[in-house]
């Protein structure tokens, strides 16, 4: 049996936002000793006839102790390539292949509050779906430190603004992406025992 706890950072970036925010929750993930932290991006390559299909990825989050979801926000909701991916997961689900598993969401979107919050809370419901357990952020918002400063609860949030994915998501963001990374981390290993 692997002492190693793994955590997944599942995710889509239109534009390379996200990318840096999965980054980030991964960096925190890290962090933790003993964790694997494998960032899986999705791609549009991997849809046809607007079915998400790469077998390999479904696996490799079957063997994951927790999964961390991640879209940027589009339109009020889930980017079209995360649904994609979402509803390819059905089979997992008839096969509760990921009940009791940890779970965790972030998002970006360009201005403060972008409607993430329905972002998250579509991630939210994904993970109940498959009998997961979610874990939130944990942290209070608008640290002195600048963790938080959107104030969410339920995930991880980013603001990308105009700014290109070098500038955006700022330092706070990326370490707000950071304590969701160490907080699911922490909480797998000690589930994991």
Request: hydrophobic share 40%.
């Given at each position: 049996m692997?002492?190693?706890?793994t955590?997944?950072?599942?995710?889509?970036?239109?534009?390379?936002?996200?990318?840096?925010?999965?980054?980030?929750?991964?960096?925190?993930?890290?962090?933790?000793?003993?964790?694997?932290?494998?960032?899986?991006?999705?791609?549009?390559?991997?849809?046809?006839?607007?079915?998400?299909?790469?077998e390999?990825?479904?696996?490799?989050?079957?063997?994951s102790?927790?999964?961390i979801?991640?879209?940027?926000?589009y339109m009020g909701?889930?980017?079209?390539?995360?649904?994609?991916?979402?509803?390819?997961?059905?089979?997992k689900?008839?096969?509760?292949?990921?009940?009791?598993?940890?779970?965790?969401?972030?998002?970006?979107?360009?201005?403060?509050?972008?409607?993430?919050?329905s972002?998250?809370?579509?991630?939210f419901?994904?993970?109940?779906?498959?009998?997961?357990?979610?874990?939130?952020?944990?942290?209070?918002?608008m640290?002195p430190?600048?963790?938080n400063?959107?104030?969410?609860?339920?995930?991880?949030?980013?603001?990308?603004?105009?700014?290109s994915?070098?500038?955006?998501?700022?330092?706070?963001?990326?370490?707000?992406?950071?304590?969701l990374?160490?907080?699911?981390?922490?909480?797998?290993?000690?589930?994991r025992?």
């Amino acid at each position: 049996m692997s002492t190693t706890t793994t955590v997944s950072i599942v995710y889509f970036s239109g534009s390379g936002h996200t990318t840096k925010l999965a980054e980030a929750v991964a960096k925190g993930a890290s962090s933790i000793a003993g964790t694997a932290a494998k960032l899986i991006p999705l791609s549009g390559e991997h849809i046809a006839k607007g079915r998400y299909e790469n077998e390999a990825v479904l696996t490799q989050l079957d063997a994951s102790d927790a999964i961390i979801f991640g879209s940027p926000t589009y339109m009020g909701g889930p980017a079209a390539q995360f649904k994609a991916f979402a509803d390819a997961t059905g089979g997992k689900w008839f096969a509760s292949a990921w009940r009791d598993k940890l779970a965790a969401g972030f998002t970006v979107s360009n201005s403060p509050s972008g409607d993430k919050l329905s972002t998250l809370q579509y991630l939210f419901a994904l993970a109940m779906q498959h009998g997961m357990v979610w874990v939130g952020l944990g942290e209070l918002p608008m640290q002195p430190n600048g963790t938080n400063r959107l104030g969410s609860f339920m995930g991880a949030m980013a603001q990308a603004g105009f700014d290109s994915p070098e500038i955006a998501p700022n330092a706070e963001d990326k370490a707000t992406g950071e304590v969701l990374g160490r907080r699911v981390a922490t909480l797998a290993a000690r589930l994991r025992g």
